[in-house]
């Protein structure tokens, strides 16, 4: 136990939090093999058909999505407005939050200036709205004035047939109808909570970080927010509480670790960013730093698959196994070759060229290459005739 010790703190640096490698998924897997068993006779065989069931039904949702279904929920999935800011993989839940919660109108225009700004298909007005000669690329007269440019604009080339014109621009360039705030998300299957109900409870699911220019940002999860345009076009946004992004609010120790100080604030004027830009962050107590300081880990949820990534290779530098630097318990690389070469087995051998060679010790070799052969494997042919017929020593 206490030879443990002294390895427990380099493996909570290469593991992280105790909850990203403890054996309770593994367990719970377990147990659903034992209820994959419906002939007790023949156990395996109810596990490896149920297992391959399951993973060919995994797969081929993954990729069909709710196309297996019937045509009515082809329907109620499938995206009525074709824009980058609307998906339908946000789903909000629990009761709207009260009237404290509730946006006033000037942060629903501050909303809406964020989603229009923000918008992949806006983005040729954007440019267009700056190089007019009473604007000149003043970002803050721009920001005043673009929103009502838009609507304008859109009004007018309705029935010009202009190609970057659409229906759901119309729509977008209204005010919203309705804001509603709501306590928690779930995005891409990641369950989010509010700062105020995620208090109460010892789970947490608060924390987001967005990624800027540069930049990454911190924060906790205020409420959701939906914005609700004309013909039910739904924008969700995430109102956060960001922290301060500065040196003295942000430090990064020698292994990696980033500590934020969470009894800051800032960008107080812009708190929102789109549900499905952010993702989760859990936060743990800086014992070094004190109460108000906490270590930001990203949380990659479980059961969660990316269909487009699979089968595919993602460009970059591939990371090196981690090994122990002195294994122990391994036999020796020597013995193992005498072994196997004795009782009659192939080796296939590793040369310095990285290339495999294929080597039967019963086979006769040339002159040539038994100098070569002799440097690779200990001689054999010093063990006795006892030897060779006893497999008392046989190590495998």
Known sequence: MPHLMIHLPQQLLLTGPVHFTWMYPMERQLGEYKDYVTNKSAPEGCIAEAYIAHECVTYMKLYLGASLGAPQAMEEHAPRFNLSIVSSDVEVGGARLSAEYALSDEEIAIAHW??????????????????????????EYHNMTFANYFRTWMDMIKSDDNPNWSHELLLLAMQPQRARVYPTCT????????????????????????????????????????LVYAEGMKVHLFKCRWFDTGAQSMKMDQYGNLSVNTATSAYEDDPFVF??????????????????????????????????????????PEADAYQEPNAVGIHDVATVRQNNVKHGRVLRIRDEDSTFIDVDP????????????????PDINSDTEEDSSDDSDYEP
């Open 114 to 139: 964020w989603v229009l700004i923000n918008c992949e298909e806006v983005k040729y007005w954007k440019e267009l709205h700056l190089n007019f000669p009473e604007v000149d690329g003043d970002l």
């Open 187 to 226: 995005v891409n299957g990641v369950k989010f909570v509010s700062e105020e109900r995620d208090s109460r409870r010892r789970t947490q699911n608060s924390g987001v970080m967005a990624k800027g220019h540069g930049l990454d940002y911190y924060g906790v999860l205020h409420s959701v927010v939906e």
């Open 275 to 316: 549900a499905t830009s952010v993702k989760q962050v859990f936060y743990l107590d800086d014992l070094a730093r004190g109460d108000a300081w906490k270590i930001a880990n990203i949380v990659h949820p479980r059961n969660i698959y990316r269909a487009a990534t699979l089968g595919v290779t993602i460009p970059g």
């Open 362 to 377: 019963n086979e006769e070799t040339d002159d040539d290459s038994d100098d070569e052969l002799r440097h690779r494997l």
